[in-house]
């Protein structure tokens, strides 16, 4: 059996429900989709088909030929954690329940000794949880996650995101000043949400401070191109997670996935909202 324990921290408020959708509940199967999205995105260079068939050969699929995930994780230690109320949106008053931060909890992740791509689905979950969260709100700095123990991904700046981004996916990106962008072509096929770009900001602050940040940004330059509902919900192709530095202080990490709308910006009906603000978003947090 191969096996990785980690220990988990949470740095900024975890929205993330149970049954009844309200209750904070840590979930393993949350963390497998997370980790699943984020393979999803550094695998734009695949056809639809080849990305469906090697993400069915990892994660498992309804495919009565494919079959189960061939890795497990597994939640242990999370039984007393702390949950308090906090802001979703820091612009507005209403609040929710959320795991509140600096607490730790376990992680168990599992595998045949068959499965000859281990060591690469923990590279993923590496990759997964600084370039993104769980629950709700993650794409705006909530739920993010570090590692503790056995060994933290070093990730002090936009070089350091780069060596393990690379180690997980070689050939793919490069280092271009201070972005790392994608020079691995995209397949024609792909119109999924795959990573073109990743930035980090160099002004650390404490987890407050940013996540109130990200929240004014995010109203100020709301638009059509940073997600909407109008009229139906579209996600944004800005996702912003929240790392801590070795000093305890807390970076944003901004990254921009390719866009494919189902329709044309130009038919929703707020011609405010049809501007692209998205550089002025993303320069507001950095």
Known sequence: MEKLTVTLKTITPVFLGG????????RAPSIKGAM???????????????????????FGS???????????????????LKTNSYKPVPTKTFTAQAFVPEQDFTLLLTANRRFKEFEMICDVLKVSLLLGG???RSRRGFGSLEIGKPAPPQCNSIEDLFKILDLTKPDTFVLNGDKIEKIKPAHVEAEYPYIKEIEIGK?????????NKIGAA???HDCYHTGFADPYRFASPIYVSVIKKNNGQCLPIITTLHCAFKESVDNLKNAKKRIDNTQKFKDAIL
Do not use: H, Q, Y
Request: charged share 30%; net charge neutral.
């Open 62 to 80: 309804s495919d009565e030929g494919v079959g189960r995930s061939k890795f497990a994780l597994k939640i242990i230690c999370n039984s007393n």
């Open 134 to 136: 769980l629950g709700k």
């Open 218 to 220: 995010a109203s100020v």
């Open 19 to 26: 049954a009844d959708g309200k209750t904070p509940e840590l």
């Open 203 to 211: 002004a650390p602050a404490s987890w407050e401070v940013l996540i």
């Open 36 to 58: 699943r999205f984020w393979w999803r995105a550094m695998n734009g260079d695949l056809s639809i088909e080849e990305l469906r068939n090697k993400e069915g050969a990892l």
